[in-house]
């Protein structure tokens, strides 16, 4: 009892929600200019197993995780907002096959190592006095969908387009930077 204060947070300072840097291989164009990012949530599903005329017990089950969203700055020439385009129009389906194999080989030449298809993701989040803390690390990264962009003359303001990209992934990992300590997620 006399050493509760051992079990108390040392580091006394909060996580500052303007503090990260996004990095996305294959669109490093959208994470310079991204503005939000999120750490997405994490379920554990259970599978119930049932019992004679008793209610089902619940065990657990596979892990879903849910979807990365980010938001970007887009820019005048559409630079950023067609890498993830074009990334979503070659894993879709194509108007013409030779559009995919095209994208295919653009990005089997820079990682030959990974699959084309997919990327991997951070986000890196800073401390305090602005130093990396922690990496939140995305693998096989895609992107499902892409926001509209509104063009609207009766906005008073003069507002920049912000896009919405929203990814899938297999799996994410927190990883602290300043250590070999791992967080798997």
């Known amino acids: 009892m006399a050493n509760w204060y051992k079990e108390q947070l040392t580091n006394k300072n909060f996580l500052s929600p303007i503090g990260f840097l996004f990095i996305l291989d294959k669109a490093q164009k959208v994470s310079f200019l991204c503005q939000r990012a999120e750490i997405p949530d994490l379920q554990l599903g259970n599978v119930d197993i049932p ?9 657990e089950g596979n ?18 907002y067609m890498e993830l385009h074009n990334w979503i129009r070659a894993l879709g389906t194509p108007q013409e096959l030779k559009e995919r194999r095209e994208w295919i080989d653009r990005f089997s030449k820079d990682t030959p190592s990974q699959d084309p298809r997919f990327s991997d993701a951070t986000i890196q989040v800073l401390n305090n006095n602005n130093q990396a803390n922690f990496d939140i690390v995305f693998k096989s990264v895609f992107p499902t969908s892409l926001s509209t962009l509104n063009f609207d003359v009766t906005m008073g303001d003069n507002e920049f387009l912000t896009a919405t990209a929203t990814f899938q992934y297999t799996l994410y990992e927190i990883r602290k930077t300043n250590s070999t300590e791992r967080k798997k997620k």
């Open 51 to 59: 019992t004679r005329g008793m209610v089902p017990i619940p065990v």
């Open 63 to 80: 892990l879903r995780y849910g979807d990365l969203n980010l938001e970007f700055i887009v820019d005048e020439d559409l630079t950023n």
